[in-house]
């Protein structure tokens, strides 16, 4: 059972466009959310995350929105860039405390020059 | 400086064989994790260590066995490799207290049973 949950397994923005990537999830028990970034050949890094507590959060061309009621968070790109071009993976934890981080199965972004 | 390394980059082995894959980061945190990227892409939780002691550890075949010496190395034995076992391996740590929740990775080992 997914409980964090990437719908679109693949995405094409053209470059200074915004690109959206979404993520819903299950487990109301989630209190941190969290988006990685994943080049081939590479292990995830570590992007931007956003607390349960707020519903935005901004670092610099990337910004996440948190719809709890919904379930429901996307990562907003802009203005896209050719070196965004990768896969990006939402992850939850579930609670304070907890070590264990819940991957959803990736969205790849193209980002066309 | 490689933040969380792992080794090898890349392993070929036959069914059957035993096979490590070692994992030191030295970013002086706390937790450690060993994660697998399946065909489907999903990357699943195997186990946690926290201060050299085991937090969590899934629903994993006991042929897989984490050791780990020191807090900055989780080391990942696998006996009597199976085909399914093909995958790509990924160590992570993270600091549980005063830290961000954020894991930081390494670049994954691709294991190929054949």
């Known amino acids: 059972d997914q409980q964090v949950k990437q719908n679109s397994p693949s995405l094409s923005v053209q470059e200074g466009r915004i690109s959206i990537l979404n993520c819903d999830y299950t487990n109301s028990m989630f209190d941190y959310f969290l988006w990685y970034k994943k080049y081939p050949a590479e292990g995830p890094t570590f992007l931007i995350s956003i607390s349960s507590i707020k519903d935005k959060n901004e670092d610099g061309r990337f910004t996440v929105f948190l719809n709890k009621s919904a379930k429901h968070l996307s990562l907003h790109i802009v203005p896209s860039q050719p070196g965004d071009s990768a896969v990006y993976f939402c992850a939850a934890r579930s609670g304070a405390g907890s070590y264990q981080l819940t991957f959803g199965k990736g969205t790849k972004l193209s980002v066309i020059p | 400086d490689t933040a969380v390394s792992q080794t090898p980059k890349y392993l070929v082995t036959q069914m059957g064989n035993d096979k490590s894959i070692k994992c030191e980061q030295n970013l002086g945190h706390d937790t450690m994790y060993w994660y697998k990227q399946d065909s489907k892409k999903f990357l699943k939780i195997m186990f946690s260590y926290n201060n050299k002691e085991l937090i969590i550890n899934e629903t994993v075949p006991n042929r897989f066995s984490p050791k780990s010496p020191d807090k900055a190395h989780l080391n990942l034995h696998i006996n009597s490799l199976e085909l399914g076992d093909s995958a790509v391996y990924f160590c992570?740590?993270?600091?549980?207290?005063?830290?961000?929740?954020?894991?930081?990775f390494g670049q994954g080992t691709r294991l190929t049973v054949v």
């Open positions: 992570a740590s993270s600091q549980s207290i005063g830290g961000g929740t954020e894991a930081f």
